[in-house]
């Protein structure tokens, strides 16, 4: 009898571990004071992500973006291009599908589609400022356009 109730708690103490273990942990975002007090700045600069060769032009309206992209994003160059284009591609996709699900996500937050065709080179500037400001969005907002963390 004893050794069945032993046998009975061991299993039940495997299957616990188990599962507390098999589940996914999420992380939280170090996000610094100098950080969160540009997410509340006024600062209304826009910014332009436009390319001569290709003729596409992105303007960004977002208080406090231009600050952040110009004191705390990496610098232009840290990233290779094919690196901007991979997580843009991804992060895009996730955004147009939020656009169409207003019931399910913020429309105020996912407002409008954005045309970003992965065939296109759209340049390393395009890529760079539009990949920042997903990270910038998805730290401001506390939201995940992609399987990985947004980290600066």
């Known amino acids: 009898m004893k050794k069945k109730l032993i046998n009975t708690l061991l299993f039940c103490l495997v299957l616990c571990f188990?599962?507390?273990?098999?589940?996914?942990?999420?992380?939280?975002?170090?996000?610094?004071?100098?950080?969160?007090?540009?997410?509340?700045?006024?600062d209304e600069k826009p910014v332009e992500i436009a390319d001569d060769?290709?003729?596409y032009e992105i303007i960004i309206i977002e208080p406090g973006f231009y600050t952040w992209l110009n004191s705390i994003a990496k610098p232009e160059g840290y990233y290779s291009q094919s690196f901007l284009e991979n997580r843009?591609?991804?992060m895009v996709i996730t955004?147009?599908?939020?656009?169409?699900?207003?019931?399910?996500?913020?429309?105020?937050?996912?407002?409008?589609?954005?045309?970003?065709?992965?065939?296109?080179d759209y340049g390393y500037e395009v890529n760079y400022k539009l990949y920042n400001?997903?990270?910038y969005?998805?730290?401001k907002?506390?939201?995940?356009?992609g399987p990985f963390l947004p980290r600066i």
């Open 95 to 120: 955004w147009n599908q939020r656009v169409l699900q207003p019931n399910r996500f913020n429309p105020n937050l996912y407002e409008m589609q954005i045309n970003y065709d992965s065939n296109i």
């Open 141 to 145: 907002y506390n939201q995940r356009l």
């Open 18 to 42: 188990g599962l507390i273990s098999c589940t996914s942990q999420k992380s939280t975002l170090d996000v610094s004071n100098q950080e969160k007090a540009l997410f509340d700045s006024d």
């Open 133 to 135: 400001y997903f990270i």
């Open 88 to 90: 843009n591609a991804i």
């Open 53 to 55: 060769e290709t003729e």
């Open 137 to 139: 969005f998805q730290r």
